[in-house]
T-cell receptor, first 114, second 112 residues
Framework: EAQVTQNPRYLITVTGKKLTVTCSQN?????MSWYRQDPGLGLRQIYY???????DKGDVPEGYKVSRKEKRNFPLILESPSPNQTSLYFC?????????????FGDGTRLSIL | SQQGEEDPQALSIQEGENATMNCSYK?????LQWYRQNSGRGLVHLIL?????REKHSGRLRVTLDTSKKSSSLLITASRAADTASYFC????????????FGQGTTLQVKP
């Protein structure tokens, strides 16, 4: 089954403790992206990757890192999480660029930073 | 960065009625997409309309795009309780940077 898989689905952690949210897709998509969703703010793009070893900042990249060493994986790293990063996070992928292809979304990761 | 704005923020209708949601954006685009999100779940792609298209249909969905007004509308005809969800528009920036900007969404409730 074609899918985007995020892990973990839920995480409660404390300020400053490094964490990684994994994202994997099995559709051989070039484009992958991370979003955060907050009430009243919709989805905001954190980082995106047009292909392996190519990453670019979205609208809210501060406090996040990403890497794209393999086509299928695009982990989101919070090196020193803070409470304002408490949010619902989504990974998405598409064949080709986001400007002309539908995005396939994962089921989300709900992060709580205490 | 550009921001899609959706109107209304919330909409409540009876089953069988039509639902119309609007989206406005600020800069030139390659295309505009509509997504649906059931409560707390991932977004599901509904329809993509290119900047040179004015109208597109998919089942009970009808999307229009007016690039001169920088606006789009999503019409769901003969709504069902299962259409209850949040609906988002998403736009890119011409000529295509890879960024995708989502609106804040319209929450639709369809009462049985």
């Amino acid at each position: 089954e074609a899918q985007v898989t995020q892990n973990p689905r839920y995480l409660i952690t404390v300020t400053g403790k490094k964490l990684t949210v994994t994202c994997s897709q099995n559709m051989n998509h070039e484009y992958m992206s991370w979003y955060r969703q907050d009430p009243g703010l919709g989805l905001r793009q954190i980082y995106y990757s047009m292909n392996v070893e190519v990453t670019d900042k979205g609208d809210v990249p501060e406090g996040y890192k990403v890497s794209r060493k393999e086509k299928r994986n695009f982990p989101l790293i919070l090196e020193s999480p803070s409470p304002n990063q408490t949010s619902l996070y989504f990974c998405a992928s598409s064949l080709g660029g986001a400007y002309n292809q539908p995005q396939h979304f994962g089921d989300g990761t709900r992060l709580s930073i205490l | 960065s550009q921001q899609g704005e959706e109107d209304p923020q919330a909409l409540s209708i009876q089953e069988g009625e039509n639902a119309t949601m609007n989206c406005s954006y600020k800069t030139s685009i390659n295309n505009l997409q509509w997504y649906r999100q059931n409560s707390g779940r991932g977004l599901v792609h509904l329809i993509l309309i290119r900047s040179n298209e004015r109208e597109k249909h998919s089942g009970r969905l009808r999307v229009t795009l007016d690039t001169s007004k920088k606006s789009s509308s999503l019409l769901i005809t003969a709504s069902r309780a299962a259409d209850t969800a949040s609906y988002f528009c998403a736009t890119d920036e011409w000529p295509g940077t890879g960024k995708l900007i989502f609106g804040q969404g319209t929450t639709l409730q369809v009462k049985p």
